[in-house]
């Protein structure tokens, strides 16, 4: 940052100064993770204003409401100790063990009978690797799925499988990805896969301190650049905000291991567990 601060960049024949310099790097940045986010929803065929925009990390919640804003996600909900997340979930997270098996067969009437042979198998393999590891049956979960694709295709989509209508269901999955159904094709089946999970127990969610006041009062005032305009902002401290608490923006609000930044075009409160949720006005 200090290098940052005192250099000057120079574009299109003229000098930058360091705030020019810095709104475009996050300009550039944010661009980089909103093609990211289009790629896991908008080009699944997933409809980005069904969802709400869920950022941690020590600077996730400084990105959030420009990235929401520009896919039209209405809500943002940054959890409580966002920055420690990863490691929160390190703790709590289910033990996942994947199995694949090529096959390729075609869909007909009797690849149901093959498949359910195949499946059990790679079952029993999980369910043993999951027993010596310390979960019994009742905390083991298993997920069937597979790799379909129109005979011809070099790409294949992956599958939930059930017992109901294979073909249905890869025509539905074919069209919400890339638009198009081709019913008159013939599919066949690439691959076979188990998800196998080993069920570790989580910690019941906490509720917080209820506000008396509907209005949270911020710890100070600061001078803050937003979208390279300076402006004034609240900075609350996360640690001090009540359930249902409203905030005053555009501000800031810090805690130990991350930082939020909510600007003027969006509202904020707390819920009843502290987490922090961002609205558009």
């Known amino acids: ?108 009437n009797g690849v149901a009978k093959k498949l359910e042979q195949i499946f059990k198998q790679m079952e029993r393999t999980a369910a043993q690797a999951l027993r010596e590891e310390g979960f019994p049956t009742a905390q083991q979960r298993h997920e069937r799925s597979v790799a379909l694709r129109y005979q011809g295709q070099s790409f294949e989509l992956q599958v939930k499988y059930s017992a109901g209508d294979l073909t249905a269901s890869f025509h539905r999955a074919h069209l919400a990805r890339y ?3 081709q019913e008159a094709n013939a599919i066949e089946i690439v691959s076979a896969r188990v998800r196998s999970t080993g069920l570790v127990k989580k910690p019941a969610p906490e509720r917080i301190v209820v506000a008396h006041d509907a209005k949270a009062k911020p710890a100070r005032l600061a001078s803050a650049y937003i979208g390279g305009e300076k402006t004034q902002v609240a900075v609350y401290q996360r640690d001090d905000l009540p359930a249902t608490a409203q905030l005053r923006t555009p501000c800031i609000v810090t805690e130990y291991s991350s930082t939020t930044l909510v600007p003027a075009t969006a509202r904020a409160k707390v819920d009843d567990f502290g987490n922090l949720i961002i609205q558009g006005r």
């Open 179 to 181: 638009g198009y159904a």
């Open 1 to 108: 940052m200090t290098k940052l601060a005192g250099a000057m960049s120079k574009v299109a024949g003229r000098q930058l100064n360091a705030v020019e310099a810095a709104h475009g790097v996050l300009l550039v940045a944010n661009t980089n993770m909103e093609r990211a986010l289009r790629q896991i929803s908008v080009e699944r065929g997933h409809d980005t204003r069904d969802f709400a925009l869920l950022p941690f990390g020590g600077a996730g919640g400084l990105h959030a409401v420009e990235l929401a804003q520009a896919l039209s996600i209405p809500r943002i909900i940054v959890p409580n100790l966002a920055g420690a997340l990863s490691a929160i979930g390190v703790l709590t997270a289910d033990v996942v063990k994947d199995q694949s098996q090529t096959i390729m067969l075609d869909v007909t």
